[in-house]
């Protein structure tokens, strides 16, 4: 078992870090201060050829693997958390499906362009009344001919006014419950979609998050993701894969607050030498940073178990799972190392600690991981 990155690893991250650092960080303030949506900090994500990483040349990937794109994920988050849920939504949820379940056609016409940074994608599933109950969704799509008409209402969509390409998750007959939900690809400017209001949050307040509204909407059965009745099945394993890369993103957050932590603590004197010389103050950044190692571990496992076609759905509620919490516990901690400058936006923990909380709730809240973390493993027992 090998622990060590490789070479061309190695260069990658670097060369995101530097990508990062330069053309993302110094921007992140304002993102959240302004709700600001991350354009060209994206911009730069494409410009450097970060863009569809795990997916082959022929459909405008890069050809490389999972892996790769969570080291990415992890430099890009730990710049900035709005930009890292851009970056993974369009790879994870936008992206994934459509290459795992799209017809060579559906992958031309709308997965390369994703790759090659010219639209941006968004994912739909869960609605006002449905959230962890996917199953119970009700935005309903009804058979016309060549189209289905879709009416009803999405939430939470991360990219949402910004994108041009959705997975929307609909249901052909409610009654089926899941067996009825059936996965769409829906272009921004079809007649009928248009968008309600967009959300005022707590954190990743960069990201542009909206409703999606369908008032008999005609999509053409060309643009199914699949077969009806799949959907249910794309969306929970579309989920998997996403939860790797919000794995990720939660440890470049907790990275960017053990730094900050560091730094502060090394700096501020306090009875006559610095903050980190004391030792209870040393023995908390010990505990950050092997918390934050072991989230990452995990990561990486459920990435290389993903790349190897091995069933990951344990090993990426695990990733998710750990390094969301890790996430809001180092970055609650970063704040507290700070006093009261950790409460104001001088510094950038408070933000950090916002941006973390997220990680715990969406692609699965941490009951969500939880259960199927418990349902696996009582199945082999």
Wanted: net charge negative; hydrophobic share 40%; proline share 3%.
């Amino acid at each position: 078992m090998n622990f060590q990155l490789t070479e061309d690893q190695l260069m990658l991250r670097e060369m995101a870090r530097e990508v990062a650092e330069r053309d993302i960080a110094p921007f992140a303030a304002d993102a959240d201060l302004n709700q600001e949506f991350p354009r060209r900090q994206f911009e730069a994500i494409r410009d450097a050829g970060l863009l569809g990483l795990p997916f082959p040349e022929e459909v405008g990937g890069q050809g490389a693997t999972t892996l790769d794109y969570v080291i990415v994920m992890e430099e890009i988050s730990r710049a900035c958390a709005s930009t890292g849920v851009t970056f993974s939504v369009q790879t994870s949820l936008a992206g994934l499906p459509l290459f795992r379940f799209g017809n060579e056609a559906q992958r031309q016409q709308f997965l390369a362009p994703l790759n090659r940074g010219e639209k941006l994608g968004a994912y739909s599933l869960s609605e006002a009344n449905s959230g962890t109950d996917a199953a119970s969704l009700t935005c309903a799509a009804r058979r016309d001919g060549d189209h289905y008409v879709v009416n009803g209402t999405k939430m939470w969509v991360t990219n949402g006014y910004h994108a041009d390409t959705y997975i929307v998750y609909v249901t052909v007959d409610p009654a089926l419950k899941y067996k009825g939900i059936t996965a769409l690809i829906i272009e921004k400017g079809t007649p009928g979609f248009t968008f309600g209001k967009k959300e005022d949050k707590l954190g990743i307040r960069g990201s542009a998050t909206y409703e999606l509204v369908f008032q008999d909407c005609r999509v053409p059965v060309a643009n199914r993701l699949g077969e009806e009745g799949e959907g249910f099945k794309i969306a929970m394993w579309t989920l998997d894969g996403g939860r790797i890369g919000i794995a990720a993103q939660a440890i470049g957050i907790a990275q960017a607050a053990l730094d900050a932590a560091t730094r502060y603590t090394q700096e501020r004197v306090q009875f006559g030498k610095p903050l980190s010389e004391q030792q209870a103050i040393a023995f908390t950044l010990a505990e950050m940073a092997t918390d934050i190692e072991a989230a990452r571990l995990l990561m990486y496992r459920a990435a290389v178990l993903k790349d190897e076609g091995e069933d990951h759905t344990q090993a990426a509620s695990m990733a998710k799972l750990l390094a969301s919490e890790t996430a809001m516990r180092v970055t609650t901690q970063a704040v507290q190392l700070h006093g009261g400058y950790g409460y104001v936006r001088e510094f950038p923990v408070e933000r950090l600690m916002r941006d973390a909380k997220i990680t715990e709730i969406y692609e699965g809240t941490s009951e969500v991981q939880r259960m199927v973390i418990s349902r696996a493993e009582l199945s082999v027992r």
